[in-house]
Nanobody
Framework: QVQLVESGGGLVQAGGSLRLSCAAS????????MGWFRQAPGKEREFVAA????????YYADSLKGRFTISRDNAKNTVYLQMNSLKADDTAVYYC?????????????????WGQGTQVTVSS
């Protein structure tokens, strides 16, 4: 059974940083694209960042470039999202996702597996 488990969310003041982790288990994700999405109350789920499991390619939402960084540790089957200079607008539930054949990294419906989400709250 495939599992994605996020951790690292919490409450932080505006301008602060958080690092989210997503631990994958149940299969080898060597050929999967790993992505982060977020959903704020009353809003649609939106793409944050994605990382090819091999090759090191990354892709970011334009509005988040320069503040967020996605990385991965293959040995630990874990993907990270480093979030800096956080703003109140970054408040959302953050989800990790994995897809075996992702033709559009920004499209949530291209991902096969999802974690349960971790809450990030940024106080202004």
């Amino acid at each position: 059974q495939v599992q994605l488990v996020e951790s690292g969310g919490g409450l932080v003041q505006a301008g602060g940083s958080l690092r989210l982790s997503c631990a994958a288990s149940g299969r080898t994700f060597s050929s999967y694209v790993m992505g982060w999405f977020r959903q704020a109350p009353g809003k649609e789920r939106e793409f944050v960042a994605a990382h090819s499991w091999s090759g090191g390619r990354t892709y970011y939402a334009d509005s988040l470039k320069g503040r967020f960084t996605i990385s991965r540790d293959n040995a630990k089957n874990t993907v990270y999202l480093q979030m800096n200079s956080l703003k109140a607008d970054d408040t959302a539930v953050y989800y990790c996702a994995a897809g075996s054949y992702v033709t559009d990294w920004r499209a949530a419906d291209k991902y096969d597996y999802w974690g349960q989400g971790t809450q990030v709250t940024v106080s202004s």
